[in-house]
């Protein structure tokens, strides 16, 4: 096996990093071959996690089974309530890997996460730089919910939401905020977010003192559910791929 020592530059990253970056799996599961010494590195068992290899001239196998490059994957999921995004739960709780058991998801992961109350669109991919620049808050992609609330909001609230809410040292702050429609008891707003707080849009209606019943993402930037039903899935097509990667400062895929 070749010697990685020093400080790595180039195409070096770490083992576990390498396997999830050539779409094989993600980082966790990856750590757990390794730590189980079913991976080699150029023929030679590995046991460490951090140690650096190169994944263009190092060959990585799994139960000498070569690990190549995984073919990028796009798949949006209208995720139902209740299931927590995750891969694989400890509790015994469902994921939304249950709405993809028709798909080999061993190379995809989640991009960002919806709580386990909240619906709608989730992007998965092994598209590791597309996702982390999707997420990166400098890219400044929006994400726009739809959400319920019980009672009646003003246009001075919606105002608030635009202008930022203090809550728990945090100011929380949407790009814009708008009723959609009104029926007796409740308000549907349409909300849209440029940063990523954890339960930002709840944490900005409970401050105002509303309850939110439902909480739905329809698009992020481009992207849209259309007309999925929950727990339906599809493949995304090549211009709603290449609309994301140029929004985010990325060449467009090879065919």
């Not at 790595?8 to 050539?22: D, N």
Request: proline share 3%; with cysteine.
């Amino acid at each position: 096996m070749k010697k990685h020592n020093g400080t790595p530059s180039g195409r070096r990253v770490t083992l576990s990093r390498a396997m999830s970056k050539l779409g094989y799996c993600s980082r966790t599961q990856a750590e757990a071959l390794i730590n189980e010494g079913r991976v080699r590195i150029n023929g030679t068992r590995a046991r460490d996690c951090r140690i650096w290899v190169d994944v263009d001239l190092d060959v990585l196998a799994v139960d000498d089974a070569s690990v190549r490059r995984a073919a990028k994957s796009y798949v949006v999921l209208n995720k139902p309530r209740g299931l927590i995004t995750t891969r694989d739960d400890p509790g015994g709780r469902d994921t939304v890997f249950s709405c993809l058991r028709a798909l080999n998801t061993s190379h995809i992961s989640p991009v960002g996460r919806l709580d386990k109350a909240s619906e709608g669109l989730l992007l998965f991919t092994n598209d590791t730089v597309l996702a982390q620049r999707l997420l990166d808050p400098e890219t400044n992609v929006r994400k726009i919910y739809h959400v319920r609330l019980s009672g009646k909001p003003t246009e001075t609230d919606m105002g608030q939401m635009v202008a930022g809410i203090a809550d728990r040292g945090e100011s929380l702050t949407a790009s814009s905020a708008r009723i959609l429609r009104s029926a007796e008891k409740n308000v549907w707003l349409e909300v849209e977010l440029r940063e990523g707080r954890n339960r930002q849009i709840r944490r900005m209606v409970e401050a105002l003192g509303f309850e939110c019943q439902r909480l739905v993402r329809v698009g992020i930037d481009t992207l849209s559910l259309g007309s999925l039903n929950k727990g339906e899935y599809r493949c995304l097509n090549d211009i709603e791929i290449e609309s994301l990667r140029r929004r985010v400062g990325l060449p467009v895929l090879a065919g």
